[in-house]
């Protein structure tokens, strides 16, 4: 799997919402963005929010993955397994649950790279699944390292057996990151991360369901 940096990973594991993430909602993917995903690509698109006070990177990315969206949400809630999804990742505990499931709060501790601190991230994700097996997550932030980090998770049932994953994001160190330097790890490292976690939810789904037989419609 592909080495990424952690501060990508930061952005697709850790996504906060705040007050200005709440303009996140499920977004209308244009045709072209359809195509490659349909293709195996993994998309992704980086800009400045020169409208925000703060003037945070904002991204949208994705991939289809061939596997159950219930598989794929398991894999990014394990905090154990986040090595599989980046090797610069130092510290990923719950500190507290729900008793429903419906939210939790977390901890993480990434680093950058090897001449920066290491960043700590503290946040509630809050959970809601519909009838179809499509998820959400919404990510609050509690404190950290991030000035802004604000997002949504869109982990959407194609059919029992292939999930689109569709994120939005805006973030902003409280170091003095340069804003370019930030898009371009950004631009690189979540097409990464998207394909490492395609590639341990497939294997993951292939296992379950050579054991317990594939999904059928009506399981969904």
Known sequence: MTRTTPLALSILLSLALSTVASAFERPDLTAEEIIALERGEAIISVWKDREHKKKPTVSRGGIDIMASSDDVLAIMLDCGRALELSSDIRLCEVLETSGNGDWDIRKQKFAVSPVLPKFNSTFRTNYVTDENRNHVMEIERISGDLSVQDGRWDIIALSPTETRVIYQAA??????????????????????????????????????????????????
């Open 171 to 220: 973030i902003k160190p409280k170091l003095p990151i340069p804003a370019k330097v930030i898009r371009k790890q950004v631009a690189i490292g979540i097409p990464d991360i998207l394909r490492n976690l395609r590639d341990v939810s497939e294997n993951d789904f292939i296992i379950r369901t050579s054991n317990a037989g594939t999904p059928k419609q009506g399981d969904m």
